[in-house]
């Protein structure tokens, strides 16, 4: 079934194959007609039924219609009569554009049968539009630059038809200066253009107004128009003009902002754009863009920011006049403004101490601090004046350029005043003077020169008798003025010997408190008085001492009884005396005495007798008075009397309590006949002692007449002595000179490197004679000796002459010397010190004495080297120039002694331990002494930069140096040390120049500059361009330039 389907649709699609295959065939034919464009309605185009080969009366059956795709109603079929004609208007240009060929496809279709036809219909072109230009106006801008046949290129005119109606043809309304270039169709490329026949000349036609005309080749031909104007452009060819290239003004510094600095005018000689000019800033040298300001237009310049002429005291300003030409062209200019320095920065002053605190006995004329100062400023406002508080004991003394010393002016006293508040005020020559302080303060050290002083220079002291052991007694207390250990006193004995012991046995003393204690009881009977001396010392270096007397009186205590004494010849011993008393004495009479005495003393010695009552209550016929102890007789004794009497006499003292003692007195009574014995005994020791005192008088008499004797012969050889002392030295005598020399910091001191000696023949020898002799390091002197053996001088000894002569106020100083030394050191020196007052000549062939016929001068045979760095000896007659010279030389000795500086030189960027120079060995310093006598090397504001090795005495570098850092561009760049040493005290300068090496290169303000240059410039122009800088001086900062 499937099978029988697939074959009939087969047959069916052969069937319908064949039928379109047949149509086809039968409307391959084309038929083609042509009608111009713009044609009217109802215009005749063919018979295109007849054409087709249909019958005019079949085309309504057979449906005969006609399509046209996209052109439906331009062209219709009449069916009664098989026509083709125009139906609407036909316009080529619309319907094909440009196209050269142009047509309308038809397509005519018949049914019964089926039938397609294709009708082309070809549309011919017409003349009718004229050539058009797309402006109405074109404008033209000519530089008068332009050379002759130049091409200036037009905008041609189009036509919209085709053809020959579109082949234009152009023409040029007449002028003297422009052809017109025709494209031609040889070369499409070629477009149509201006040519220009000679020179413009914008001042005579400054624009043209020209008629292009457009042509076509249509019959007839149609035209178009478009109206040429053609301005003819200035030329840029002249540069602004300053009135000068350089302009030099002068500012003050700190000037406000906006001030005014200078109005700059530069005219160009072009005219309109290209002759307005504005102006800016190209650069401003060194660094100072933002500091000027400069208005585009006017050309007014004006400060925009601080100038400060511690900074720079030029700025070079490149200024630029540019006009608004196209391209546009540049003048320049040059602005010198040269800063003035203001008195705006105060003195800086930098004190830097060197022997605080000061010891109260420190000399005067010692150094104690060192006093820099400084000024930014320059001229009279950079020149400073230090000043120091009044009423101190310190001076001020200038010992360098802007250096001085704080010098003690006279004897200190910490006890008066510990401390000083110095006021340094420096203040500068400016106007208003501007003025810095700095504050020292100078602490006093103590100096143990106070002795502990006690208030009194005795004390009595009571102790009572019988005291405990280590009893307190007494406090001694003394003040010691001085401070801290000076002032710390400690006690002492004065160890003497009382009697048989020492006094340390009796008493002691605390050495903190001053406390004295006894040490054992003291016993008024052994020792009334103890009469000693406590030293009081302090602990300073060395120690100082006073003593104090203590007289210590011991108080008696009633601790001794009554004591008999026995009786001179009596019999018995201290407690019972006999004694033989005859009866035939009377009432009254005094037959023995008992004698005692009491140890203590006062009212415990005042004794006091007493008869006792006999045994029995018999009355005695004796009694005992109450305070002599002599026993008397009450009444005549009488035969009743017993021979022998018994009498207690009781001896008593005043004492609380009172105590006693008892004498036993025997009284023998015997008859008048009865004579006693003297005792032999008694009498001996009355001769003894009668010898005893004459050998003690003869002993005295010896000792007198010794010390009498020696005074004698000590006057005799003092006078004779004096009477054999030589005579006083003569003028010219062999002598002593005094040597004043001066040292770096100013003190004084006698010079024991030369004796000279001056001698006159007329009168009295001169008195007005001073040798200086300078302290100058060793190196100066190796340098003359140099000289001298390059001058062929073995022998030191050659003649110089100096003559110095007073004249109405200004004396004359000639020295003559046969070497060049004299020529650079004396009138170097001499002149810049003695030229105020003196005028100094220096020959070399030329006797001084002849030059001064008459004068006075003084010849000697030292070397004029020696004179002047060794020892100067000067002489001069009074008269009035001899004060001044005298000062004149104080000044030359102290500007030789204290001027002389050490210089080195380094260069810049010079490694770490880089040798500069043997600072010790030319300062004339022991490698030995720089660390005792403490060396050290003080700079302002570069104090890491160089260091002195102090085991070998070398200056070395110590860190980086960068003499740009250090010193910008200034020419001269050095970094100033102070070397101090102590015991004694002394500041040297050294001066240690940097030299500049070639570390830096040039550098362009900015990476790229951009020049605009007209290509119409002529030759030999110039184009300014900025030039580099380089951070070096001298010759590393000369440029060169080359172009690639």
Not at 266 to 293: C, H, M, Q, W
Not at 598 to 623: I, T
Request: glycine share 8%.
């Amino acid at each position: 079934m499937f099978g029988s389907q697939r074959r009939g649709l087969r047959t069916r699609l052969l069937l319908l194959s064949f039928l379109l295959l047949t149509v086809w065939e039968a409307g391959s034919g084309q038929v083609h007609y042509s009608v111009p464009e713009e044609a009217k309605h109802g215009t005749f185009v063919g018979r295109i039924a007849q054409d087709l080969g249909l019958e005019v009366t079949e085309l309504v059956p057979r449906l005969f219609r006609v399509v046209s795709k996209g052109h439906g109603d331009h062209l219709e079929v009449n069916l009664q009569n098989g026509i083709l004609f125009v139906n609407s208007r036909i316009d080529r240009e619309e319907l094909c554009g440009q196209r050269a060929e142009c047509s309308i496809h038809l397509e005519v279709i018949v049914n019964r049968p089926l039938q397609v036809f294709h009708v082309e219909v070809e549309i011919k072109d017409i003349n009718d539009n004229p050539p058009v230009f797309s402006l109405r106006e074109q404008k033209l801008l000519i530089s008068e630059s332009k050379q002759p046949d130049s091409h200036f290129p037009l905008e041609g005119a189009s036509d919209a038809d085709i053809g020959e109606n579109a082949l234009l043809t152009y023409r040029l309304s007449q002028n003297e200066y422009f052809s017109l270039e025709l494209p031609t169709h040889s070369k499409q490329t070629k477009r149509l253009s201006l040519k220009l026949k000679k020179y413009l000349d914008r001042e005579k036609t400054p624009e043209l107004n020209l008629l292009l005309t457009a042509a076509d080749g249509g019959k007839p031909e149609l035209t178009g128009t478009v109206q040429l104007f053609i301005q003819v452009l200035d030329i840029n060819d002249n540069d602004p003009e300053f009135e000068q290239s350089e302009y030099k003004v002068r500012l003050m510094e700190n000037a406000a902002k906006e001030t005014f600095v200078i109005k700059l005018n530069a005219t160009d000689r072009d005219e309109g754009i290209n002759g307005e000019v504005t102006y800016s800033l190209l650069a401003v040298k060194p660094n100072g863009k933002f500091l000027f300001t400069l208005d585009e237009n006017s050309g007014e310049m004006r400060v925009n920011g601080t100038l400060d002429y511690e900074e720079n005291k030029f700025y070079e300003i490149e200024v630029q006049a540019t006009d608004k030409g196209n391209p546009p062209m540049a003048g320049h200019c040059t602005v010198w403004v040269e800063i003035l320095d203001a008195n705006d920065n105060a003195p800086e002053v930098t004190v830097t101490s060197l022997s605080l605190p000061v010891r109260e006995d420190t000399q005067p004329s010692t150094v104690i601090a060192l006093i820099s100062v400084s000024d930014r400023d320059s001229g009279p406002n950079g020149q400073v004046i230090c000043s120091l508080t009044p009423n101190v004991p310190f001076k001020i003394m200038s010992t360098f350029k802007n250096y001085y010393s704080l010098v003690l002016d006279s004897a200190l006293d910490r006890e008066s005043v510990s401390d000083y508040t110095l006021v340094v005020t420096a203040r500068d020559g400016g106007s208003p003077s501007l003025w810095a302080t700095a504050s020292v303060s100078v602490e006093v050290a103590d100096v143990n020169d106070n002795a502990p002083a006690f208030a009194q220079p005795e004390y009595t002291v009571f102790v009572r008798e019988n005291n405990p052991p280590g009893c307190h007694i007494f406090t001694v207390s003394a003040r010691d003025a001085d401070a801290r250990e000076n002032a710390r006193v400690s006690y002492s004995l004065v160890e003497r010997r009382v009697g048989e012991r020492a006094l340390s046995s009796y008493v002691s003393v605390h050495a903190e408190s001053g406390k004295v204690y006894a040490l054992q009881p003291l016993d008024h009977e052994e020792l009334e008085l103890l009469q000693f001396q406590v030293s009081a010392r302090d602990a300073g270096v060395p120690p100082l001492g006073s003593n104090v007397t203590l007289q210590v009186f011991v108080l008696d205590e009633n601790d001794n009884a009554p004591a008999l004494l026995p009786l001179p010849g009596a019999r018995g011993g201290a407690g019972a005396v006999s004694e033989l008393v005859w009866r035939s004495v009377g009432a009254g009479h005094v037959v023995a005495k008992v004698r005692a005495v009491d140890a203590d003393s006062g009212y415990n010695a005042w004794l006091s007798y007493e008869l006792q009552p006999a045994a029995g209550g018999a009355r005695s016929p004796f009694r005992v008075a109450l305070y002599t102890g002599e026993i008397s007789t009450t009444r005549s004794l009488d035969e009743a009397d017993s021979p022998r009497q018994r009498l207690l006499v009781l001896v008593k003292d005043h004492g609380e309590p009172a105590l006693t003692a008892t004498a036993t007195v025997l009284l023998s009574l015997v008859e008048s006949g009865q004579a006693p014995k003297a005792s032999s005994r008694a009498l001996a020791g009355a001769a003894g002692a009668e010898a005893a005192l004459v050998d003690v008088n003869v002993y005295l008499i010896v000792a007198i007449c010794a010390v009498s004797s020696l005074l004698v012969l000590t006057l005799l050889l003092y006078t004779a002595l004096r009477c054999s002392a030589p005579p006083t030295e003569g003028a010219c005598g062999p002598g002593k000179p005094t040597l004043v020399c001066s040292s770096a910091v100013g003190s004084w001191s006698y010079s024991q490197q030369r004796r000279q000696r001056v001698c006159s023949g007329e009168g009295a020898p001169k008195t007005d004679l001073m040798a200086f002799s300078p302290s100058l390091p060793p190196g100066v002197d190796r340098e003359v000796e140099g000289e001298r053996q390059e001058a062929g001088s073995n022998h030191p000894g050659q003649s110089h002459d100096v003559a110095v002569h007073s004249e109405g106020g200004k004396g004359k100083l000639c020295l003559r010397s046969a070497s060049n030394h004299s020529e650079n050191k004396i009138d170097s020196i001499l002149t810049r010190t003695l030229g105020k007052f003196y005028q100094i000549y220096a020959y070399r062939k030329e006797d001084c004495s002849q030059r001064f016929a008459g004068e006075p001068s003084f010849k000697t045979n030292s070397p004029i080297s020696e004179i002047s760095l060794t020892t100067m000896v000067f002489y001069w007659r009074g008269g009035p120039g001899a004060p001044r010279l005298l000062l004149s030389l104080l000044l030359l000795a102290a500007g030789i002694s204290g001027g002389g500086q050490v210089r080195y030189s380094v260069p810049e960027e010079a490694k770490h331990g880089t040798f500069v120079g043997r600072i010790a060995q030319d300062l004339g310093l022991e490698i030995t002494e720089l660390v005792p006598r403490l060396f050290r090397v003080a700079s302002k504001a570069h104090r890491d930069l160089l260091e002195v090795n102090l085991q070998n005495g070398i200056l070395f570098v110590n860190s980086r140096i960068d003499r740009e850092e250090l010193c910008g561009r200034n020419t001269e760049c050095s970094i100033h040390l102070e070397v101090i040493v102590d015991r004694p005290l002394k500041v040297f300068h050294v001066e240690v120049e940097v030299k500049d090496i070639n570390d830096n290169p040039p550098v362009f303000r900015e990476v790229e500059q951009k020049v605009l240059i007209s290509e119409s410039a002529p030759l030999d122009s110039h184009f300014p361009l900025e030039g580099a800088s380089d951070a070096d001086i001298g010759v590393n900062s000369l440029l060169t330039y080359r172009c690639s």
